[in-house]
């Protein structure tokens, strides 16, 4: 834990120690919620899912338009509720060796821009603004925003940064499982093999600066306590985790302390709520932690499968397998992350990023594709929460993010 001692450098965290708690009123749960309300606030919202990895799929050929038998997404299940999806640039560590990460972020970039929207164009329109989201929800289509997830994509170069900025990328998870030279990384910070950074490096603090001057969201949902906190003294703007639950419910690594969700918050930031199952249900959670070294064994056999596809499905068979039997999380553990973060941050700080196509093989009951977000309006409903609320937590709230990280980066570029 970070003592708030710790924190007496930063102004606005120092804040966070001392202020009254960000939480929310007390809410009266509700026994009486029609299907007609629940149906009228769904299609209303702009629902913006902050992270969805269909592109690993798109950029092996398959057409978002055709049934995804293998996963959550596909055009038919995203049509009628969803708002606006940021597609992830998704770049494997692998592609790290032999400086391939940049080759594969431009076929990711390409997959996006190429084969899901330009191939799509009277569903999806091509957004990199809080207004594009706008334009597209007026127009009854799919808005759709890229985030490159992991660091490395950048190959230590401001340059590439801005490439990817310019070619449309809105946010960058600054690491993925893998530390990078300038980052660490949750996933890999007990590894003794690997070097760390104790947070940011100078040049990881100078990638930080350089997305606030472009007006390039941070996204911390990979990445290491100490990096977040780095990266929160560094960003002069607003940051999110595209793809994070909360802690305190799940212990999962991947998620965020009370604390960090505060301190994000009280910087104007949000969390967006990760529907994997071991983000979601601490007994899902404590069963692959038991099963980890066995299933890691199985996984090793998979190392020469080159395609990250191919081998991510190989991999989710071999965790179905294992974790057979375990009891799926539900629409109910889904509302309750999003309560306590509520809770901790306050209403205009929470959002949503399934991270659909990406968690493996396990999405919990009920809301397992964006065809059954009613079901996730009427719990939200049932415990008291308004339309209004349910609102900014699908999207509203995170285009309040965007619109203050456009401000900041228009300051920043007129200096």
Not at 223 to 247: G, N, Y
Request: a neutral charge.
């Amino acid at each position: 834990m970070i003592s708030c001692a710790r924190l007496s450098a930063s102004l606005l965290l120092t804040a966070v120690c001392a202020a009254t708690p960000l939480a929310a009123q007390q809410r009266r749960p509700r026994h009486h919620v029609t299907e007609a309300e629940v149906r009228a606030i769904t299609r209303s919202a702009i629902l913006i899912d902050t992270h969805n990895d269909v592109t690993s799929r798109t950029v092996n050929g398959y057409d978002i338009a055709t049934p995804n038998t293998k996963a959550q997404t596909d055009l038919p299940r995203m049509k009628g509720y969803l708002g606006a999806e940021f597609f992830a640039v998704f770049v494997d560590a692998s592609y790290v060796k032999d400086n391939h990460a940049a080759h594969r972020t431009l076929e990711m970039i390409d997959t996006v821009r190429h084969d899901i929207i330009a191939r799509h164009p009277k569903d999806f329109l091509f957004a990199t603004s809080a207004d594009d989201i706008l334009r597209a929800h007026r127009q009854h289509k799919i808005a759709g925003l890229m985030g490159i997830e992991g660091g490395h994509a950048i190959e230590d170069s401001l340059r590439l940064l801005r490439d990817y900025y310019a070619l449309g990328v809105r946010y960058m998870t600054l690491t993925h499982f893998n530390t990078n030279d300038w980052a660490d990384s949750q996933g890999d910070i007990n590894d003794p093999k690997v070097a760390h950074h104790n947070g940011l490096t100078p040049f990881g603090k100078d990638v930080v600066r350089e997305m606030n001057r472009l007006g390039m969201m941070v996204d911390i949902s990979h990445v290491a306590d100490k990096t977040f906190w780095d990266a929160l003294e560094t960003s002069s703007a607003p940051m999110i985790a595209s793809h994070s639950s909360c802690r305190a419910l799940t212990d999962y690594t991947r998620n965020m302390a009370d604390e960090m969700i505060k301190a994000l918050a009280a910087k104007g930031g949000v969390i967006n709520i990760n529907f994997g199952c071991d983000f979601l249900s601490q007994t899902y959670w404590d069963k692959k932690k038991a099963i980890r070294p066995k299933m890691h064994e199985e996984f090793k056999k998979l190392r020469d499968i080159k395609d990250p596809e191919e081998r991510d499905a190989k991999e989710d068979a071999i965790e179905e397998q294992l974790m057979a039997g375990t009891p799926r999380p539900t629409v109910a553990d889904v509302a309750a992350h999003i309560d306590h973060a509520v809770q901790i941050a306050g209403i205009d700080h929470v959002g949503i990023g399934t991270d659909f196509d990406g968690v493996g093989p396990c999405v919990p009951k009920g809301v397992a594709s964006y065809a059954e977000f009613p079901n996730l309006t009427r719990a939200l409903l049932e415990r008291g929460y308004t339309a209004v609320e349910i609102k900014k937590i699908y999207g509203g709230n995170m285009i309040a993010v965007m619109r203050k990280v456009e401000t900041e980066a228009r300051k920043l570029q007129a200096k």
